[in-house]
């Protein structure tokens, strides 16, 4: 009966990494991942709030601030070898240098399954 030492190595480690990014820069950051070999990305438009505030628009003549500013979402489980070269990805595409390039997030994976087959852990992805 292995110890649970052993266990813990034998589980494969994943993680999810969610991105609040510029909408802008998905392109270039999608390209990036997809050449590191990422197999499973969602992304959302989303709206948010911080630092960065809104920028007047105009609408029928009238001058107005949206209260929130779209941002995409992106949600992305890996392997945990390939976690330092996303994150990497993420930040080089897309930075501008501005408030509101966004934030990364980064969790555990402790079990993945996919539906169609019952494949578990990495095979899942």
């Not at 969610?18 to 070999?37: D, K, N, P, V, Y």
């Not at 029928?60 to 070898?81: C, F, N, Q, S």
């Amino acid at each position: 009966m292995p110890n649970s030492q052993q266990t813990s190595n034998l589980i494969e480690k994943m993680k999810k990494i969610e991105a609040i990014i510029r909408t802008s820069r998905f392109e270039q950051i999608h390209a990036c991942i997809s050449g590191l070999g990422v197999k499973f990305l969602s992304f959302y438009e989303i709206k948010g709030m911080g630092f960065e505030h809104a920028r007047q628009e105009m609408y029928r003549g009238v001058a107005y601030e949206p209260a929130y500013i779209p941002r995409t979402k992106l949600e992305i489980i890996i392997p945990d070898e390939l976690k330092d070269s996303v994150i990497q990805c993420i930040l080089k595409e897309g930075k501008t240098g501005e408030i509101g390039d966004g934030k990364i997030f980064v969790f555990d994976v402790l079990e993945a399954y996919r539906i169609r087959n019952s494949d578990t852990g990495e095979k899942a992805l």
